[in-house]
């Protein structure tokens, strides 16, 4: 018997990747489970800034990841529409575009070497004076450099939308389980038949792991199964501007971290990039390093309260990129590793994994990106998901 067309599904990990998976899954009919160790959108989904700089953000190297960013960029203004209709809940997409400060004559050395090489790649992007960046934003430090605007890097309210995610996979007929880690993947024949949870065994057509940092701390995968991601510790805080006269309006990116306003007032500061495991502390360093490198740029910072700190766990890979697809175990599927672009990638990420489930083939944009380049070439390998036969 050939693999059903409307799988019963389950997801582990109630991130924007896996909520919006489950979303994609239940609109097409598949039955879909989703569970989660917390809160639905409460990990990295959480924790990160929301921005969507597919430009700004490539260095070389990540060529092949551009590709798959960009894609992911041209269908977010139509991804966050639909979100919202299908949710009823704004998700803060902003367009206004992200700014690149450059506060001395160094920085603009490394800004104009990442311009160049940015426009050699095509990427919409424009060398701005730092009158002209002034004139922008005011509030940067007078005297800047130089800038870079970057008009199609757009941002999103990264919190709105794992709550609207949430809302649409259940509205879709998805059913949550939250503060119920998955304990175990049930493994038999070969295949993954299910998850075992606090509510005991769920059996399932397909499993899929969209558990972020966490996705090795599962059981019942062979180790050589798991995909190599690991958590990278960021500190962030946020300052409370006044939503009628904010001092930012675009997202700017620091020599040393970002400024991400929203539209309530928060400005978010971001981020350290620390490999830690998962201690979750706050550190004096951490922050002194964010509100010194925000401060340089726009000094007016320094009269904005704080509203709030903390910590997440963006899940790193060998190379930084994410693995999408077959995980090597017949009908188990991984959607992990998104390092620092979980949110820029969701759209693509639903599409190309819903998809993968319902037929058993990837998109080709996709294809550099399966987890088996992380392979052992040792282990033994399984068919594809299409060719594989569901027992009865």
């Known amino acids: 018997m050939v693999a059903p067309s409307r799988p019963k599904t389950v997801v582990i990990g109630a991130g924007v990747v896996g909520l919006s998976i489950a979303w994609r899954l239940a609109q097409a009919g598949c039955p879909v489970t989703v569970y989660d160790r917390a809160k639905a959108g409460r990990g990295a989904s959480w924790a990160a800034a929301g921005m969507l700089a597919a430009a700004v953000e490539t260095e070389p190297g990540e060529e092949k990841l551009l590709a798959l960013t960009l894609e992911s960029q041209k269908l977010w203004p139509r991804f966050a529409r639909e979100i919202e209709a299908a949710s009823g809940i704004s998700i803060g997409y902003r367009d206004e575009g992200t700014v690149v400060v450059a506060l001395t004559r160094d920085d603009a050395e490394q800004l104009r070497f990442s311009y160049e090489f940015q426009r050699s790649l095509g990427l919409d992007i424009d060398w701005l004076s730092g009158v002209e960046a002034r004139r922008r934003e005011p509030h940067l430090r007078p005297g800047i450099s130089g800038a870079v605007l970057s008009p199609k890097d757009h941002q999103v309210d990264n919190r709105l939308l794992g709550s609207a995610l949430a809302e649409a996979a259940r509205r879709a007929g998805a059913v949550l389980y939250e503060h119920c880690p998955v304990r175990e993947v049930e493994l038999s024949g070969g295949r993954a038949r299910g998850v075992v949870s606090d509510r005991g065994s769920e059996p399932a057509d397909i499993v899929v792991l969209a558990a972020g ?94 509203a709030e700190t903390w910590v997440g766990f963006r899940p790193g890979s060998r190379d930084d990129a994410p693995m999408l697809g077959p995980s090597g175990i017949d009908q188990f599927v ?8 979980g949110i820029l990638l ?18 080709e944009v996709v294809t550099p990106f399966a987890p088996d380049r992380f392979a052992d070439p040792h282990r033994p390998t399984v068919r594809r998901l299409a060719d594989s036969a569901i027992a009865s």
Request: a positive charge; charged letters at 20%.
């Open 213 to 306: 940092a966490w996705s090795r701390e599962i059981a019942g995968i062979p180790a050589s199964y798991l995909p190599p991601v690991r958590p990278i510790k960021g500190q962030m805080l946020a300052l409370s501007m006044d939503p009628a006269a904010p001092l930012v309006r675009h997202v700017i990116w620091l020599p040393r971290g970002y400024l991400v306003p929203r539209l309530d007032g928060r400005l978010i500061v971001g981020a350290t990039v620390e490999e830690r495991g998962f201690d979750d502390k706050i550190t004096a360093g951490g922050l002194l390093a964010l509100i010194e490198g925000a401060w340089r740029a726009v000094p007016a910072i320094e009269e904005l309260p704080v």
């Open 334 to 341: 991984v959607a992990t590793g998104h390092h620092r672009n």
């Open 346 to 363: 969701t759209p693509i990420t639903a599409a190309a994994i819903s998809a993968y489930v319902l037929t058993g083939r990837l998109p």
